[in-house]
């Protein structure tokens, strides 16, 4: 049980387009979805937390409007990078939430901007 | 400020042998803590966690150690094995003044284990 699916697993996009990343919880109802930011031998960023229904929390320094979240059921998320540039290139994972403490994670989506 | 801080960066360890990854919390409003092991290219994947009420936990060769007056906590790998060979992050979390369960990670621990 609580299986967290991302979509699709590795993208590569020109400079100036935009990319929607799919983050599903397949076997539980997500209270909350989180997405984060992870560089090469670096810890986690949290981006942003986000609740159904509701519009996300970004944190300190993320932009709302390049980072767009939406979180439009209990069981599904997305993030989209708009208008993309290399250095937006990253490994983004998103975790869920199903209910208490405990976040299960997604297997991350590897973006690369050319 | 918020911060976990985790120790040693980088971790040998022989097969067979214990490997313990350290980590040490400034909030006292954490209540949360678990530990993450994650191999490259994949997401991070839950392995044991503890709540302050309790000052040890076991899961098969896992142990975590929590001394909360010292504000520290400690992930034990006991027969270590090839297999283990991953980055482990601790993690802290907070219940009350709705933030939702955020987690704050440790920087990791590159753990290998030579067979």
């Known amino acids: 049980g609580a299986v967290v699916s991302q979509h699709p697993s590795r993208v590569i996009c020109k400079s100036g387009t935009s990319v929607k990343i799919e983050c599903r919880s397949l076997?539980?109802?997500?209270?909350?979805m989180f997405w984060y930011r992870q560089f090469p031998k670096k810890s986690l960023m949290l981006m942003a937390t986000s609740n159904e229904g509701s519009k996300a929390t970004y944190e300190q320094g993320v932009e709302k409007d390049k980072f767009l979240i939406n979180h439009a059921s209990l069981t599904l998320s997305t993030l989209t990078v708009t208008s993309a540039h290399p250095e937006d290139s990253s490994f983004y994972i998103c975790s869920a939430r199903p209910d208490g403490e405990t976040q299960y994670f997604g297997p991350g989506t590897r973006l690369l901007v050319l | 400020q918020q911060q976990v801080k985790q120790s040693p960066q980088s971790l040998i360890v022989q097969k067979g042998g214990i490997s313990i990854i350290n980590c040490a919390y400034e909030?006292?409003?954490?209540?949360?803590f678990p530990w993450y092991q994650q191999f490259p290219g994949k997401g991070p994947a839950l392995l044991i966690a503890i709540r302050p009420d309790v000052s040890e936990k076991k899961e098969g060769r896992f142990t975590i150690s929590f001394n909360k007056s010292a504000k520290q906590f400690s992930l034990h790998i006991m027969d270590s094995q090839p297999g283990d060979s991953a980055t482990y992050f601790c993690a802290a979390s907070s219940s009350s003044g709705g933030s939702n369960y955020k987690l704050t990670f440790g920087k990791g621990t590159l753990l290998t284990v030579n067979p």
């Open positions: 909030n006292t409003a954490f209540d949360y």
């Open positions: 076997d539980f109802q997500a209270t909350t």
